[in-house]
């Protein structure tokens, strides 16, 4: 499964998925700076099953 971590998730967290997980970070992809709503359409576009936040 392929999962988003937002710009406000602490990176290290990325090491306690299980392997079952593909992560990869919004910085990773180059979108930093963009609105959730982007982010979701952005990650839906390139098949990420979830983006994970810990935003208000």
Not at 8 to 13: A, E, F, M, Y
Not at 21 to 30: I, K, R, S, Y
């Amino acid at each position: 499964m392929k999962l988003l971590l937002d710009e406000s998730v602490p990176r290290r967290l990325a090491g306690d998925f299980p392997e079952l997980f593909t992560l990869h970070t919004v910085q990773e992809m180059g979108w930093t700076g963009a609105e959730n709503g982007l982010l979701l359409s952005l990650a839906a576009g390139r098949g990420f099953a979830a983006f994970i936040t810990v935003d208000r």
